[in-house]
Every structure is written in C-alpha cells, then in structure tokens.
C-alpha cells in the first residue's frame, strides 16, 4: 500500500454544494463550508462533488468544471482534496480528471459505472474503465461504491480494482456489514487500498481496522470527535458518539441525505441553501423534530462570533482562482 495522503483514523468531508436563486453555483456559500468543514469539524479531507449528496448529477459540464475549480480553491491544500469525475460516459470522465489535476486536486473519485443501458458491467468491463481513468492521472484514484447511481459490484470484481495500481482508496455506500467486514479483510488488512465506509458504519470500520468513513457535513463534526475518542482508547466515549448516528438521518431518510444535511447546516449557521429545484426540502414539521434530535446529538447552531466573522471580511479564499 502506498503511503497515506489521508489522516487516519479520519473522516472524509463530502461538501454539500450550494446554488443561487439563480440555481447556479454560490461560490462564497461553498467557501463558507470549506472553512466551516476544516476548521471546526476538522475533517481529514475534502471531496468535492464526490458523491450523489452533492448534486453533482444536476450539474451541467460546465457548472461541474466550476465545482471542482472553485472547491479546490477554497481548500487552499489545508487538507487532502478529493474531486468527483464519476460519469459512465468515459470521455466526459475524463475531462473532469483534466480539470481536477489542472486546479491542484489531491486524488479522483469515480463512481463504479452501471452500463449505459442499465446493470452491473463485467469485471473486465469495470477494470478497463478504471484502467482509462489511471492512464489519465497520476493522481490517487477513489472507487466509489454505491449500487443505484452507479453499478453493484460483486466482491471479487473490488478486489480486482484494489489491485489496478494507482487505486489507493474505496468509498463503499453499504450498510451491509457482512460486505464490509470481508472487504475490510481482503483490500484494507490485505494492504492494497484504504477501505473508508459510511457514518452508520465508522465504529465498527475502525473496531475491524479500517480507517474511517465519508459523509457530509456537520455530521463530520460528530464523526471526528468519535474518531478521536477510539484514538484514544475511550471506547465508551466512541459508542456513545456512535449511537448519535442511530436516529439522525435515519428517522427522515425518506427526504434523502442531501435535504436533510443542507437543513442541519443551516442549523449550526452554515447555510448551503437548499436542494437544487424542483426538489424539495424538509417540512416545516420536519424541520422542528430535526432541529430537536440535532440538539439532542450535540450539533447546535455556532456563537455568533461566527456568524460575524461569514457576513463580515472576505476570506482568504475567496474571489476568482
């Protein structure tokens, strides 16, 4: 395995990307995450436009390309910074790996492709889609795992990705702690790929050797915290965090992540608005119970320091990059 561009134990931040009422994309909202992302949840890294949850799917060519331009501008090379290429359209693909390396990215993350009429590809099919991407970039390579959007791949087919040099990381969307646990053993403990899971599933990834999980902020915050904690040795403390994850998001999960994580950063007083139209966001009833459990799990709004600080002098990373 080749040495650690990301901290671990750590979490993976998946910025949210927020737009305009022009539903274009709001360059200091996304700068105001970044910084919030960073500097107070303290995440390991950054992807940008990595995952469905920030609605690169509703992105044009060139809304996608500003994305990536302006998220990792905003960074700043404070942390890793992960940016999104997936596409089952391999040239497109492509053309965002040129962008990304171009703007100072640290590693590309690609969805695993369905075939374009629908299904899962073969492994050779899989492989070589991969193996184009790496002949692109010398860049580490992410493979995101998440059956819907993109293909459900076999066990053995990951494996065989974990092998392709170049692919130094998995985001694996599975709750399926079974599916975990064997890819734990034969592409983390195996010593091909660093093998990161999902919220619901950071405790037990890091108990079984892992490295840690991805998701949106502000549940990075909580999942920091409980990375530390295992760290640490205070396993109590690190179930305790873990349980805060048991209700939110699954109580509302039927909005999906993305509304509901867009209202809790509202929340905590870093609005990133809300999904992109004609979908929706949380009911007005909804939006009491959730802010109530978000009290309860310990993500309250920010001193109003803070607040001060978004309305108030520019950014460093702000402006045209």
Request: net charge negative; proline share 8%; glycine share 8%.
């Amino acid at each position: 395995m080749a040495a650690e561009l990301i901290r671990t134990p750590g979490i993976i931040a998946a910025a949210l990307t927020p737009f305009t009422d022009e539903r274009r994309l709001d360059v200091a909202a996304l700068e105001r995450q970044i910084d919030y992302i960073i500097e107070e949840c303290h995440a390991a890294a950054v992807s940008i436009g990595a995952v469905e949850t920030a609605e690169y799917t509703v992105l044009d060519p060139t809304d996608r390309r500003e994305l990536i331009r302006r998220g990792v501008a905003a960074v700043r090379r404070r942390v890793p910074c992960i940016v999104g290429v997936s596409h089952p359209h391999l040239p497109t693909a492509l053309g965002l790996i040129v962008r990304g390396v171009g703007g100072g990215a640290d590693a590309v993350q690609a969805l695993a492709p369905q075939r374009p009429w629908g299904g899962a590809p073969t492994t050779a099919e899989v492989v070589a889609y991969y193996e184009a991407l790496l002949r692109h970039t010398r860049l580490p390579l992410v493979v995101y795992l998440n059956p819907g959007p993109g293909a459900d791949l076999p066990i053995p087919t990951c494996v065989e990705l974990a092998k392709l040099d170049g692919v130094a990381y998995f985001k694996e969307s599975s709750r399926d702690l079974r599916r975990v646990g064997r890819l734990l053993e034969e592409i983390d403990r195996a010593g091909h790929a660093r093998y990161f899971t999902t919220m619901e599933m950071l405790l037990i990834t890091l108990m079984l050797g892992g490295p840690g999980a991805t998701m949106p902020p502000p549940a990075v915050r909580l999942a920091e915290e409980l990375c530390a904690a295992f760290a640490a040795g205070d396993y109590a403390r690190a179930a305790e965090l873990q349980r805060r994850f048991a209700l939110f998001p699954a109580r509302w999960i039927h909005y999906g992540l993305t509304p509901l994580m867009k209202f809790a950063m509202q929340h905590v007083g870093v609005d990133v608005g809300e999904p992109a139209p004609p979908y929706q966001g949380l009911s007005a009833a909804d939006r009491a119970a959730v802010a109530a459990e978000l009290e309860r799990i310990g993500l309250s709004p920010r001193p109003r320091e803070h607040e001060t600080t978004a309305a108030g002098a520019p950014h460093a990373g702000s402006g045209d990059a």
